[in-house]
């Protein structure tokens, strides 16, 4: 009995850090199975996604490959969804392109010090910072990578050489220099974009075989599936056997990949500093020359991994916790960099992928984590024959679903205001990256406090005036509330009491207490009285202990108008204070 119950506490708490403890006992050769194929099949589609990756990140393409597999192996521990797979993806990609310089140590440290900062937000339950980055700065930032990401691979669909990577003179060169297309890669490229929109066209259209159907029926579905679902990696297998061939025949019209070291990377420590031409870099430089990105990569890393792990626990009925997740998120970006993996996050497309083939539970990412090392050490010297015009089309048309032009219609009708930080963000996008999402946040942030400061007052007429404040009261909107009442009780003729109506109120603050407490003492001296009804517990509990004079206070607003009004005094107020929720404070 009392044995059992001690040694029983710490499961709880055990189970909760430590997730795989919770599926694991039940686990089945049923489950093994499905796994076995999602993580397969994931597998294929995170290889040529990787490389693919690296390239946005402006980092040698191996460590595409290195950042692909360490966050599945720890995810399969400490990931509460089970449809998740961590990785690459085209947004994280872009971001550590803007803030690491091309250089693979930034790139590492990056993913060092953002694995730092999401364990301790995991640790210190900060997940709620996610929720001031609101959906039209996500949507702007979102759609303008989409456009910034495919646009700058054009030039390796056109096989240009030398275009900067900033993305007005990125769009300058390309055009100026479109005579310069190399025609093999421009209709190796195209004829790629064609097969993938083909492909997942197909997989979108594609019946559901049912288990009554003939044999050669099912067979046939799971064919075109399989086909559709690893359609990245069909593409670039046919583009190297392509390439190869041009190779073997003495001409290669096709700009290739180049050599990818083979082997696995060495289990280490990110280097905290950095040898220069001119000397050493130092990891206070380092940290100065990474600035903002400190905070924007782990930030929109937790976001991306979080809202993909809510979507499909509600898709697919089950439960996450966030604060777990910036856990694992913490963890996979630590380890990754000792493998030399840059920073990564969830993967939508991957993750849907992993859904779709059934994944029971998150050790399928076992499986894509061992495919990924396996690349590394016996396929590495495949990978050179790959065309810069095949990874280019499976990029496009990873992010070209990423703009949604849908939400600049959708906000116009819904809230139009909405529409300045989705429009900031989007613009702002185009010339640094970081600006957008810190001006986006910035615009939405001003946009939240105005709504504090202003909020709504709706006046009612009568032979007492009554005002009714639509939310909580905090110190920028006393001023407001002060000129809403006395600019309606002084301009009425003949002047006339007030009653605030204090329903939608569920907290107030000290400098609203000094404001409400110097509001009373001007009308009292203009005679008229200020009566508050209708008060929330913790709002009366406030206003008692501050011991305002003249404050007096009605359960609702009908026993306050039966008043009419209240008595500057507080006299009259006394003789209908008639239940214990109603307090007269004396004078």
């Not at 008060?535 to 011991?547: E, F, G, I, K, N």
Request: proline share 6%; net charge positive; charged share 15%.
């Amino acid at each position: 009995g009392p044995r059992e119950r001690g040694q029983s506490c710490p499961c709880p708490e055990v189970r909760t850090r430590l997730p795989v403890l919770r599926w694991l006992p039940r686990y089945s050769l049923a489950w093994l199975q499905l796994d076995l194929i999602a993580g397969l099949t994931v597998g294929l589609t995170v290889v040529p996604q990787a490389l693919a990756y690296a390239e946005v990140a402006g980092l040698p393409l191996q460590y595409g490959l290195y950042s692909s597999f360490m966050g599945c192996f720890v995810y399969c521990f400490l990931g509460t969804a089970k449809d998740v797979t961590l990785g690459p993806t085209a947004i994280m990609s872009l971001l550590v392109s803007s803030y690491t310089f091309h250089e693979p140590v930034y790139a590492i440290l990056l993913a060092f010090l953002s694995g730092c900062i999401q364990l301790a937000m995991g640790l210190l339950h900060l997940g709620f910072l996610l929720d001031f980055i609101s959906c039209p700065v996500i949507k702007g930032f979102t759609s303008a990578a989409s456009i910034t990401i495919s646009f700058n691979q054009i030039k390796n669909i056109l096989g240009l050489q030398g275009i900067p990577r900033q993305f007005f003179l990125q769009v300058y060169e390309t055009l100026r220099r479109i005579r310069e297309t190399r025609a093999g890669d421009a209709i190796l490229g195209l004829a790629c974009l064609a097969a993938l929109a083909g492909l997942r066209a197909m997989k979108s259209r594609l019946p559901r075989a049912a288990c009554v159907e003939p044999l050669a029926a099912r067979v046939s579905y799971l064919i075109v599936w399989t086909s559709a679902t690893a359609r990245n990696a069909l593409v670039v297998l046919f583009a190297g056997l392509v390439a190869y061939s041009f190779q073997v025949m003495g001409s290669q019209p096709l700009t290739l990949t180049g050599s990818i070291p083979r082997g696995l990377p060495a289990f280490r420590l990110p280097r905290f500093s950095m040898a220069a031409p001119n000397g050493t870099i130092p990891f206070r430089s380092m940290v100065e020359d990474m600035g903002v990105g400190l905070a924007v990569v782990p930030l929109m890393g937790l976001l991306e991994t979080v809202a993909i792990a809510k979507a499909f626990a509600s898709q697919n009925n089950y439960r996450i916790d966030p604060n777990q997740e910036l856990l694992a998120m913490g963890f996979a970006n630590i380890l990754g960099s000792f493998v030399s993996s840059y920073p990564i996050t969830g993967s939508f497309g991957r993750t849907a992928v992993n859904a779709q083939s059934g994944v029971c539970t998150p050790a399928g990412g076992l499986v894509t984590g061992t495919l990924v090392l396996l690349s590394l050490a016996y396929l590495t010297s495949l990978f050179y024959y790959i065309p810069k015009a095949a990874l280019a089309a499976v990029i496009i048309s990873a992010v070209v679903p990423l703009f949604d032009a849908g939400i600049f219609r959708t906000l116009w009708r819904v809230k139009r205001l909405d529409l300045v930080p989705l429009c900031v963000t989007f613009l702002l996008c185009f010339w640094e990256v970081q600006y957008g999402i810190v001006a986006g946040v910035l615009v939405s942030g001003i946009l939240l406090l105005y709504s504090i400061a202003r909020p709504p007052i709706k006046v009612l007429e009568g032979d007492v005036l009554l005002l009714q404040p639509g939310s909580s009261l905090h110190f920028p909107a006393i001023e407001c509330l002060r000129d809403a009442v006395c600019s309606h009780a002084l301009a009425a003729s003949p002047p006339r009491s007030i009653i605030l109506d204090c329903r939608h109120i569920s907290s107030i603050d000290y400098t609203v207490v000094v404001g409400l407490a110097e509001l009373l003492q001007e009308l009292r001296k203009h005679g008229l009285s200020l009566a508050f009804c209708s008060l929330q517990d913790p709002v009366l509990q406030v206003l008692l202990s501050a011991d305002l004079e003249g404050f007096q206070h009605f359960p609702s607003r009908e026993e306050a108008e039966r008043c009419g009004g209240a008595d500057p005094g507080g006299g009259r107020a006394a003789s209908f204070t008639s239940t214990s929720e109603s307090l007269l404070l004396p004078t």
